[in-house]
């Protein structure tokens, strides 16, 4: 069996706001493996994104152990977890946050920069090939106001593979577009995943997309529902 991307046990969560304690997430275990992608689903203030940014890295449990890698992530300093986010894992957020003033082509490139100009560089033909596998090869030059929301999250897919990350987090990716759209950068992910062995990690709403993900993954009021192993549709 695979080694997994990622893998969370008994985690919990619990924010402290002075003597007032809320807690969030209780006993989180589950791991994940290269290739896979897995949907989380749950109502709203059920912790399934806090979930999602503490695999992230863009925040710490207050119980139990991450796994990135089969590397302990859970109390990386500051420094070390963000070169962690930025060479292992990606991020897909519902909206695209592309930098205007900067092309298609340089905004997919931004966390290759990141690393270095040279590794930039490095990166680039891959990019493009890559831009061009999403119906883009025309849009290399062009910003992005001049894109529909549509494409706009097509490059925001794009950059997310650019690091070759281990994982790739999207939370809501497809909440923002219409259903046509929707379904276009829903299918665009699968297939990434299929073809670069790169796992996926969907928050949804949207239960039609999550049936189709390999695995699903609920949540209700902060704890797992069901047999987080479970087939295909959380069979």
């Known amino acids: 069996m695979a080694q997994p991307v990622v893998e969370l046990d008994r985690v919990g969560k619990t924010y402290y706001n002075g003597d007032v304690e809320t807690p969030v997430l209780f006993d989180i275990s589950f791991s994940i493996v290269p290739g896979e992608f897995v949907a989380i689903v749950g109502g709203s203030g059920s912790g399934k994104t806090t979930l999602l940014n503490l695999m992230g890295l863009l925040d710490r449990p207050t119980a139990g152990v991450i796994r990135v890698e ?9 420094l070390e977890r963000a070169k962690a986010r930025r060479d292992r894992l990606g991020f897909i957020f519902q909206f695209h946050y592309l930098l205007p003033e900067f092309t298609v082509l340089e905004n997919a490139l931004m966390p290759c920069r990141m690393r270095g100009r040279e590794f930039e560089k490095s990166q680039e033909p891959r990019m493009r090939e890559l831009l061009k596998a999403v ?24 950059r997310s593979l650019a690091n070759e990350p281990a994982v790739v ?10 259903s046509k759209s929707g379904r276009l950068v829903f299918d665009l992910m699968k297939r990434l995943s299929r073809e670069s062995g790169t796992a996926f990690v969907m928050v949804t709403h949207d239960d039609n997309f999550a049936l189709e993900a390999d695995r699903v993954i609920r949540i209700r009021d902060g704890r797992l529902v069901g047999a987080p192993t479970g087939l295909k549709g959380g069979e």
Do not use: C, I, M, Y
């Open 70 to 78: 089969s590397q302990e992530v859970s109390q990386l300093d500051e």
């Open 135 to 158: 119906g883009l090869e025309d849009k290399l030059k062009v910003r992005p106001p001049q894109l529909s929301g549509g494409q706009q999250q097509r490059v925001a897919v794009v």
């Open 169 to 178: 987090f999207a939370d809501e990716p497809t909440g923002n577009l219409d």
